[in-house]
């Protein structure tokens, strides 16, 4: 077979094969064998090509000199034992599983066809996810305390005006309710001489008004001008009503009314120093000193019939309120009325009513016990009635109408001029 020489056949590992000859035994005669080409071998895990498992060419066999070539020939043998290759194309694309814990993006459009229930099941489920990370658990509670105030704010907006309303006006005039412009903050109180009138300075030229110790709900003690009554402890001032009510077209028993209040207060809240004059000029634009819708005032003080304004239900100029007493003094559960000869509300008149007469009820048709509880409330919060800015804010505070201010202010004048005060 010729020479043998040592070839490496691997890596590692080397055979003994005879080598072919150089020109075929017959001395060239004949075309030369063409040689088969063997598969290329796949490559290995580290990207060569595995020499062990590699085929070895056989040596080649002599050709038959007679037989005629026909073309390349192809060795049945070689041909079953090459492998067949598959085109890649016509391969099956590889299906790629998502990895697990990765977020799968979802159109737009699948997305808006999902159920509301489903949409919000996911979303507290992402929250709750989020919420266990780092970031979550700074930022959630930042979140929650920021919808809390907003939530608080929104609460305090709604209910805060509801709460803090405008203070409403102790009474309601029926008589005037147009606004007028440019009423004096400042000036004097109303009198004669433009002189604040105190209680020292009240009643006609020579006649002041009795000294009395008077206290509500009691008998007045001291120098008494006319009888005493002890169901009606204005009546001592009989005498001197008299004498003003002729002079100022003031009812006696409404003037009677009007100086015991002064001297209550006088006694009970000193620095006040409330005029009789204030108090009747109220009574009169309030109700013509108990007169208005054809009442009259009885010997006991009581206005007959029960005199009562207006609903209170914003229409014609008035203002609307509610009812605050169940209808047992304006006897009307829908909306509140004014009451009585210095027309009180009747919330108000719960909080600040006054038994003047000494008969244990407080009645705001009396115009003794109305006379009186309109003094205590002129004179709240400190006010002194002879500064002519304590004088104009507790009349606005009675009734917050410049028109009616003014007109209370103009007959308190009046008042006091005709009376020498």
Known sequence: ???????????????????????????????????????????????????????????????????????????PVAAEAEPKTEPVAAEAAPTVEPVAGRRRRVPFAHAVGVPPRQLAVGAA???????????????????????LVAATAAAGALLVPAAVRKPQPVAVDATTNAPVLGVPQTGAAPGATG????????????????????????????????????????????????????????????????????????????SCQLSWTTLAAIGYVESRHGSANKATLR????????????PLDGQGGRSR??????????????????????????????????????????????????????????CKGGRNMTIPGDWWGAILSYNDVRRYAQDVFDKADEYGRLSGT
Do not use: C
């Not at 992402?126 to 919808?147: E, K, N, V």
């Not at 003003?244 to 009314?257: D, H, K, L, N, Y």
């Open 1 to 75: 077979m010729g020479d043998t020489r040592r070839v490496v056949d691997g890596e590692q590992r080397s055979t003994v094969r005879p080598l072919r000859p150089a020109a075929p035994p017959d001395g060239g005669a004949g075309p030369v064998p063409r040689p088969r080409s063997n598969p290329a071998p796949e490559p290995a895990a580290d990207g060569r090509a595995d020499a062990k498992t590699a085929p070895v060419d056989p040596p080649a066999e002599p050709v038959d000199p007679k037989a005629e070539p026909a073309g390349p020939k192809v060795d």
């Open 125 to 147: 489920r992402a929250t709750r996810a989020w919420s266990r990370r780092p970031s979550g658990r700074t930022t959630l509670p930042a979140l929650f305390l920021l919808a």
């Open 195 to 270: 002189v604040p009138v105190g209680p020292g300075a009240t009643g006609l030229p020579g006649t002041p008004l009795p000294t009395l110790t008077a206290t509500p709900g009691g008998t007045p003690t001291g120098p008494v001008v006319g009888p005493v009554t002890p169901a009606r402890p204005a009546d001592a001032l009989a005498g001197w009503a008299q004498q003003v009510s002729a002079a100022t077209g003031i009812p006696q028993v409404a003037m009677q009314a009007y100086g015991y209040a002064e001297l209550v207060l006088a006694q009970t809240q000193r």
């Open 299 to 310: 010997p006991d003080g009581v206005a007959a019939p029960e005199i009562l304004g207006a």
């Open 321 to 378: 309120i509610l009812d605050t007493d169940r209808g047992q003094l304006d006897h009307d559960p829908v909306y509140d009325k004014a009451l009585g000869p210095m027309q009180f509300i009747p919330s108000t008149w719960q909080e600040i009513g006054a038994d003047a007469d000494n008969d244990g009820v407080r009645n705001p048709h009396d115009i003794d016990d109305a006379a009186l509880a309109a003094g205590r409330y002129l």
